[in-house]
């Protein structure tokens, strides 16, 4: 079952990836503001511009 | 503050939106047929390319990667330039996605029909599609970091971590699932076996529901949702904690696809283990969606778009609070191989991805085209149609599953099996299946009703192809360069972090494949278990191309009702040159994991011909093609030869004399049948089959006897 140490490894090592995500985004202050970013994204105010033809 | 104009690419949405409704269709459509094929075998149409084993993988990667996949663009394409308040990186890689993704699907709809399959569920699709799948994919990468290298809002919303996670997870699920080592140009083997490849196939089969079906439409709830209801998400600080619990955790729970079966104990358990903790992040994704709404009730009642939200998530709820529970082992015991796990799925599939994509659609359609939806009524129609559709297709399969469950398991006061024919079982429950059939038709409709009134509001509007908006430059929003750290460079390159991720992912993958390839399995290998003739081993393709496992597991459970109808459980030594495994996932009909010698050669030669004359009301369809279709024997010396390369030890030079000893098999196989009063010419492809179902599970009936002895 030499597999399931592949698969274990494949695994660990995403999860390694999603925990440096994990950490890139807590250092860079993607975390800091828990309560604005679901805010924002209704703020889509519409502009009145002709579009390039 | 400076503030820049851009234009958002409204063109690759609107493309994506009409190629998951068409697709949409034809999945759905091709599910109904195969749904009536389960009782009325005449609808598999009396050819070899509608049958149920090939056009169920159609039914099944249709609707996955077609109609589900093209939603999922849709949704990224859309959200992810608002959110990042800038246009897609590249216009041209945009397209190249689109085409080159409709490519893949147009080349599955021609392959599946033609029997070109590798048997792995929701991997179907052959080595040469496999390698063009990978190469989109990594275009839609490209577009998607490229995208938010360019930003110009620095926070990265939820949404958006959701469609990262998807991306690098399908990437690596895929490429691990796809080696194979190709024999031509639309045959390939697994380079794993038995239990190992079952394990490769589950984890990604499991995965592919969780960073496929799961976690892009979590992302896409997270955007839609607030703008449908016009408030933020109930609480952002959840998405966030369950998004990175969901992703750390789902990785682990495939083997709970293998429950029961050789696969090591410890490794079930960890399945079993994981299964039951992903309901925690699951729920807070459900019920993140779902508090959205508080105080927002009213506005469910008059607008359509929320009424497909609050369904969908619901169903998503229900979904993921049963999954678990049907990871438990002695729920699974009963419920895996029945109608059950088809309910399970539909609720997700119908539900959650269904309704959330019309709800989207519903949504951003009117909006892309600057216009009012057509007719709320009909989509109000479509939205009562559909969830009536759902319940009568779920409670007849619920139903079903229970009812035949019970039945093959019961035995008598004397200690028999009460129903020791399947097809008994079968039969008590076509009624539901017609009734499945029924909720099918009515999902269907309103997928009909709703293509409809988008087509009329496209007509009325006028697509805004490049929408005007405007922000304010990334650099403003950035803190001075005061922390030198050595990698605040590299964060601010997603596209470099992400290269480097790969590249460590590979290299791992790497030293982690070298030694498997290298040293010897630790499965216990079965002395009288031996590598299969040449002649089984094109019957064995010819059982792969027909689809045989969509209907026919080859593992019994060491449960006493599956010992005593199917003969000794299995063993894990028994597949160990079974490249690719074949233990199936639901049994429509029997076991077919001892079948060989169960019955003669004549039985199964009459059996495949025309079933219902040995068994009356069977559903299975008839191949009378494998009786007049000659066996390709051009490709015995090479698939001998891929076999060897992939460990099966077939002695030296024994492709040179495998020709030989095939047509010797043949010659024995139709001698036998001419003793029955049955001619056949020996090179016909039903010879070839017959041998294959023949050997099956025999090895160890072999061994018992010599012990006897």
Same mark, same amino acid.
């Given at each position: 079952?030499?597999i399931?140490?592949f698969l274990?490894?494949?695994?660990?090592?995403?999860?390694?990836?999603?925990?440096?995500?994990?950490?890139?985004?807590?250092?860079?202050?993607?975390?800091?503001?828990?309560?604005?970013?679901?805010?924002?994204?209704?703020?889509?105010?519409?502009?009145?511009?002709?579009?390039?033809? | 503050?400076?503030?820049?104009?851009?234009?958002?690419?409204?063109?690759?949405?609107?493309?994506?939106?009409?190629?998951?409704?068409?697709?949409?269709?034809?999945g759905?459509?091709v599910?109904?047929?195969i749904?009536?094929?389960?009782?009325?075998?005449?609808?598999n149409m009396?050819n070899q390319y509608t049958t149920f084993g090939r056009i169920r993988p159609l039914h099944t990667n249709a609707v996955i990667f077609a109609?589900?996949g093209?939603?999922?663009?849709?949704?990224?394409?859309?959200?992810?330039?608002?959110?990042?308040?800038?246009?897609?990186?590249?216009?041209?890689?945009?397209?190249?996605?689109?085409?080159g993704w409709q490519f893949i699907i147009i080349s599955a709809v021609i392959t599946l029909p033609l029997g070109l399959t590798t048997s792995h569920e929701y991997a179907e699709l052959e080595w040469p599609i496999d390698i063009a799948i990978t190469v989109v994919w990594v275009?839609?990468?490209?577009?998607?970091?490229?995208?938010?290298?360019?930003?110009?809002?620095?926070?990265?919303?939820?949404?958006?971590?959701?469609?990262?996670?998807?991306?690098?997870?399908v990437a690596v699920l895929h490429i691990v699932n796809s080696i194979e080592l190709p024999i031509s140009a639309w045959k390939s083997y697994y380079v794993y076996a038995g239990v190992q490849d079952a394990l490769v196939q589950w984890w990604y089969g499991?995965?592919a529901?969780?960073?496929?079906?799961?976690?892009?439409?979590?992302?896409?709830? $997270?955007?839609?949702? +607030? !703008?449908?209801?016009?408030?933020?998400? &109930? @609480?952002? %600080? #959840?998405?966030?904690? *369950? =998004? /990175?619990?969901?992703?750390?955790?789902?990785?682990?729970?495939?083997?709970?696809?293998?429950?029961?079966?050789?696969?090591?104990?410890?490794?079930?358990?960890?399945?079993?283990?994981?299964?039951?903790?992903?309901?925690?992040?699951?729920?807070?994704?459900?019920?993140?969606?779902?508090?959205?709404?508080?105080?927002?009730?009213?506005?469910?009642?008059?607008?359509?778009?929320?009424?497909?939200?609050?369904?969908?998530?619901?169903?998503?709820?229900?979904?993921?609070?049963?999954?678990?529970?049907?990871?438990?082992?002695?729920?699974?015991?009963?419920?895996?191989?029945?109608?059950?796990?088809?309910?399970?799925?539909?609720?997700?599939?119908?539900?959650?991805?269904?309704?959330?994509?019309?709800?989207?659609? $519903?949504?951003?359609? +009117? !909006?892309?085209?600057?216009?009012?939806? &057509? @007719?709320? %009524? #009909?989509?109000?129609? *479509? =939205? /009562?149609?559909?969830?009536?559709?759902?319940?009568?297709?779920?409670?007849?399969?619920?139903?079903?599953?229970?009812?035949?469950?019970?039945?093959?398991?019961?035995?008598?006061?004397?200690?028999?099996?009460?129903?020791?024919?399947?097809?008994?079982?079968?039969?008590?429950?076509?009624?539901?299946?017609?009734?499945?059939?029924?909720?099918?038709?009515?999902?269907?409709?309103?997928?009909?009703?709703?293509?409809?009134?988008?087509?009329?509001?496209?007509?009325?509007?006028?697509?805004?192809?490049?929408?005007?908006?405007?922000?304010?430059?990334?650099?403003?929003?950035?803190?001075?360069?005061?922390?030198?750290?050595?990698?605040?460079?590299?964060?601010?390159?997603?596209?470099?972090?992400?290269?480097?991720?790969?590249?460590?992912?590979?290299?791992?993958t790497?030293?982690?494949l070298?030694?498997t390839l290298?040293?010897?399995s630790?499965i216990?290998?079965?002395?009288?278990v031996k590598p299969y003739t040449p002649l089984e081993l094109q019957g064995r393709d010819l059982y792969i191309r027909e689809g045989c496992s969509n209907c026919h597991s080859q593992t019994?459970?060491?449960?006493?009702?599956?010992?005593?109808?199917?003969?000794?459980?299995?063993?894990?030594?028994e597949f160990v040159y079974d490249h690719p495994f074949l233990w199936g996932s639901k049994?429509?009909g029997?076991?077919l994991a001892?079948i060989g010698?169960?019955?003669?050669?004549?039985?199964h030669?009459?059996?495949l011909?025309?079933?219902?004359?040995?068994?009356?009301?069977?559903?299975m369809p008839d191949y009378h093609w494998l009786y007049t279709q000659n066996l390709d024997t051009t490709t015995t010396q090479s698939k001998i030869n891929a076999m060897r390369k992939l460990g099966v030890p077939y002695a030296p030079g024994y492709e040179h004399i495998a020709q030989k000893e095939l047509v010797d098999q043949e010659?024995?196989i139709?001698?036998?049948?001419?003793?029955?009063?049955?001619?056949i010419n020996k090179n016909k492809e039903i010879v070839a089959l017959i041998a294959y179902l023949q050997r099956l599970g025999?090895d160890?009936?072999?061994?018992?006897?010599?012990?006897?002895?």
């Amino acid at each position: 079952m030499s597999i399931l140490f592949f698969l274990i490894g494949c695994s660990v090592l995403m999860g390694l990836v999603f925990l440096l995500a994990f950490l890139w985004a807590h250092k860079t202050g993607q975390n800091e503001d828990l309560h604005t970013p679901g805010m924002r994204i209704l703020l889509d105010d519409e502009i009145k511009v002709d579009p390039p033809e | 503050m400076q503030t820049e104009k851009f234009y958002y690419d409204n063109k690759i949405v609107r493309d994506f939106a009409i190629a998951t409704i068409v697709w949409g269709f034809i999945g759905m459509t091709v599910g109904l047929v195969i749904a009536m094929q389960l009782y009325q075998p005449a609808m598999n149409m009396g050819n070899q390319y509608t049958t149920f084993g090939r056009i169920r993988p159609l039914h099944t990667n249709a609707v996955i990667f077609a109609f589900v996949g093209n939603a999922i663009f849709m949704g990224v394409y859309y959200s992810l330039q608002r959110l990042l308040k800038t246009r897609m990186f590249s216009d041209v890689l945009s397209r190249i996605h689109f085409w080159g993704w409709q490519f893949i699907i147009i080349s599955a709809v021609i392959t599946l029909p033609l029997g070109l399959t590798t048997s792995h569920e929701y991997a179907e699709l052959e080595w040469p599609i496999d390698i063009a799948i990978t190469v989109v994919w990594v275009v839609f990468g490209l577009n998607m970091f490229g995208t938010i290298f360019k930003r110009r809002e620095k926070h990265l919303y939820v949404a958006i971590w959701f469609y990262i996670a998807t991306f690098v997870t399908v990437a690596v699920l895929h490429i691990v699932n796809s080696i194979e080592l190709p024999i031509s140009a639309w045959k390939s083997y697994y380079v794993y076996a038995g239990v190992q490849d079952a394990l490769v196939q589950w984890w990604y089969g499991h995965n592919a529901v969780a960073f496929f079906l799961t976690t892009p439409y979590l992302g896409m709830m $997270y955007y839609f949702l +607030p !703008k449908m209801a016009g408030r933020p998400i &109930y @609480s952002y %600080k #959840l998405s966030i904690l *369950h =998004f /990175w619990a969901l992703i750390f955790i789902y990785i682990w729970a495939g083997p709970h696809h293998l429950l029961y079966t050789p696969l090591p104990g410890w490794a079930q358990s960890l399945g079993v283990a994981f299964s039951v903790m992903l309901i925690a992040p699951s729920w807070g994704g459900m019920i993140n969606g779902l508090l959205t709404l508080r105080g927002a009730w009213d506005k469910v009642r008059d607008d359509v778009t929320l009424k497909f939200m609050v369904v969908g998530i619901t169903a998503y709820g229900m979904a993921t609070f049963e999954g678990p529970m049907l990871a438990l082992k002695q729920v699974n015991g009963f419920a895996h191989f029945t109608d059950w796990i088809i309910a399970h799925v539909h609720v997700g599939a119908l539900g959650w991805n269904g309704f959330l994509t019309f709800a989207i659609l $519903y949504w951003l359609i +009117p !909006k892309i085209y600057k216009t009012e939806l &057509y @007719s709320k %009524k #009909l989509a109000t129609t *479509h =939205f /009562w149609i559909g969830t009536l559709g759902i319940l009568f297709y779920v409670i007849p399969m619920y139903w079903a599953a229970i009812t035949q469950s019970l039945m093959l398991k019961e035995f008598t006061p004397e200690g028999i099996l009460k129903y020791p024919n399947f097809l008994e079982t079968t039969l008590r429950i076509l009624p539901m299946h017609i009734m499945r059939s029924i909720g099918g038709s009515l999902y269907l409709i309103g997928v009909i009703l709703m293509a409809y009134n988008l087509t009329k509001t496209m007509l009325a509007g006028k697509l805004v192809a490049n929408e005007a908006a405007e922000a304010p430059a990334m650099a403003n929003l950035l803190p001075n360069e005061d922390r030198g750290h050595w990698h605040r460079i590299l964060e601010r390159k997603p596209i470099q972090l992400l290269v480097l991720s790969l590249i460590v992912i590979l290299i791992g993958t790497f030293v982690e494949l070298m030694p498997t390839l290298t040293i010897s399995s630790n499965i216990p290998t079965i002395s009288s278990v031996k590598p299969y003739t040449p002649l089984e081993l094109q019957g064995r393709d010819l059982y792969i191309r027909e689809g045989c496992s969509n209907c026919h597991s080859q593992t019994i459970r060491p449960f006493r009702s599956e010992t005593e109808r199917y003969g000794e459980y299995s063993k894990a030594g028994e597949f160990v040159y079974d490249h690719p495994f074949l233990w199936g996932s639901k049994r429509t009909g029997p076991d077919l994991a001892r079948i060989g010698g169960k019955y003669g050669d004549s039985w199964h030669f009459n059996h495949l011909l025309d079933p219902r004359s040995i068994s009356p009301g069977s559903i299975m369809p008839d191949y009378h093609w494998l009786y007049t279709q000659n066996l390709d024997t051009t490709t015995t010396q090479s698939k001998i030869n891929a076999m060897r390369k992939l460990g099966v030890p077939y002695a030296p030079g024994y492709e040179h004399i495998a020709q030989k000893e095939l047509v010797d098999q043949e010659t024995r196989i139709t001698e036998n049948l001419a003793s029955d009063h049955i001619q056949i010419n020996k090179n016909k492809e039903i010879v070839a089959l017959i041998a294959y179902l023949q050997r099956l599970g025999t090895d160890i009936k072999a061994n018992k006897s010599l012990s006897k002895k």
